[in-house]
């Protein structure tokens, strides 16, 4: 069965720095993208960015580069999100999720499996 | 980026009966390929969202039959036959056709 598996729920300060992590199980994870999905309290969905684990070629959506770093670690199967000075404004749930990347096309199909979501609280 | 917009942003639906759900992209999501990259995703309360259709129109592994997508171009419509209570939660279209891949704003399906 195929299985993203991802960290616990974090409470951090304003300032601090965190990183979270998504295991990938159940397939070979150097041959699909993940893609990183935040949903910020009470609202809908927005993609961060997008990591190929096999090489770490990573793609950024404009409003989160600089903000996040998007890394994989294809000897264990893992993929992370990392922040290194939270704001209160990260607050969401961040989940991760596979997918298919067509290329001989250059296309990326959407997300098939998905991981239950990193609630990640930054409060004073 | 491309805009997804959804309508309604909300519904209340007897059980039992039909309701569909409209996403409009403020460009084409035909490829070069002949596919159309438009996808639809249920989360259901407290849940990860979960892939129903993929492509305009195929249904994923598992999802009744009483759910259907339909449309290209720009102008795509996810249809349930007949409502059941597990079909609660919010659905979303997304395109993966150009980066940042972008989710319409939910429609939030209820039970009357």
């Known amino acids: 069965e195929v299985q993203l598996v991802q960290s616990g729920a974090e409470v951090k300060k304003p300032g601090e720095s965190l990183k979270i992590s998504c295991k990938a199980s159940?397939?070979?994870?150097?041959?699909?993208?993940i893609a990183w999905v935040r949903q910020m309290p009470g609202k809908g969905l927005e993609c961060m960015g997008i990591?190929?684990?096999?090489?770490?070629?990573?793609r950024y959506s404009a409003s989160f580069k600089g903000q996040v770093t998007i890394s994989a670690d294809k000897s264990i199967d893992t993929a992370y999100l990392q922040w290194s000075s939270l704001k209160a404004s990260d607050t969401g749930v961040y989940y991760c999720?596979?997918?298919?990347?067509?290329?001989?096309?250059?296309?990326?199909?959407?997300?098939?499996?998905w991981g239950r979501g990193t609630t990640v609280t930054v409060s004073s | 980026d491309i805009v997804m917009t959804q309508t309604p942003l909300s519904l209340s639906v007897t059980p039992g009966q039909p309701a569909s759900i409209s996403c409009k992209s403020s460009?084409?999501?035909?490829?070069?390929?002949?596919?159309?990259?438009l996808y639809w995703y249920l989360q259901k309360p407290g849940q990860s969202p979960q892939l129903l259709i993929y492509?305009?129109?195929n249904r994923f592994s598992g999802v009744p039959d009483r759910f259907s997508g339909s449309g290209s171009g720009t102008d795509f419509t996810l249809k349930i036959s007949r409502v059941e209570a597990e079909d609660v939660g919010v659905y979303y279209c997304?395109?993966?056709?150009?980066?940042?891949?972008?989710f319409g704003q939910g429609t939030k399906v209820e039970l009357k």
């Open positions: 999720a596979r997918q298919e990347y067509r290329g001989g096309w250059d296309v990326w199909k959407g997300m098939d499996v």
């Open positions: 159940g397939y070979t994870f150097t041959t699909y993208w």
């Open positions: 990591i190929y684990p096999g090489d770490s070629d990573t």
């Open positions: 460009q084409s999501l035909l490829y070069s390929d002949g596919k159309t990259y």
């Open positions: 492509e305009v129109s």
């Open positions: 997304m395109q993966s056709i150009q980066l940042p891949w972008t």
